[in-house]
């Protein structure tokens, strides 16, 4: 049973609120809270599916670490966000390692009991598929800003996208973005003095404010027309 604190935290979260009391409590039911260390791994590209998760305290990075021990990130999950349900999908094995990126609080929900819930009521394949397009929907915007946007934009708009959770948050409750600037730059793909450059322009205009592995978001609204702002003829 999930610790009665996370809840607030939970009806937070966009896909949870909107499934009906049933799975609501079924999820609750037979919910497990892992509490893992900085850098330790909640599973590795090429595992089996054994559950999916959602970040209830902390930060999870979601990514690969290839042979020489360089990882490149794919997104920061932070509370609250849902993954690991794409190989209970595609019943394939993970596509991407996810490694907490500080002391974490998580919600598991084991294979065992996700099996059963879609075995007893297979209407709730779609919700499961509400989740996986969610990410789905992201990654495309994420690709069409690659080729359509400036740097400063896909900036503003990768900061946007983390501190909603990807779509996850009914509102935003928490201003801080937990990541290196080097992460941020494997991101854009781009590099970190670019990064650090557009992140120095954005603090002068008290968008927000930057420390060690942290970015304080001050003015979510003018961040907001940074990323969507028209192109200059």
Known sequence: ML???????????????????????????????????????????????????????????????DIHGKEAVAAIAEPIMWFGEISLVDQQPRSHDAVAAQKSAILYLPGSSMHQLLHDHPQFWFHIAQLASQKLRFAFLELISIQTQQIGQRLAQRLLFILNGYGNHLSIEQRCIHLSQEQLAQMLVCSRQTVNQELQELEKQGVLKVAFRKIEILDAARLHQIAHALPQA
């Open 3 to 65: 610790d009665e604190r996370y809840l607030p935290h939970l009806s937070n979260n966009l896909w949870y609120s909107q499934l009906s009391p049933v799975y609501q409590q079924y999820l609750l039911a037979h919910a497990q809270t892992l509490q893992v260390q900085k850098d330790q791994s909640i599973f590795l590209s090429g595992d089996a599916f054994n559950g999916i998760y959602a970040v209830l305290e902390g930060a999870v990075r979601l990514g690969y670490i």
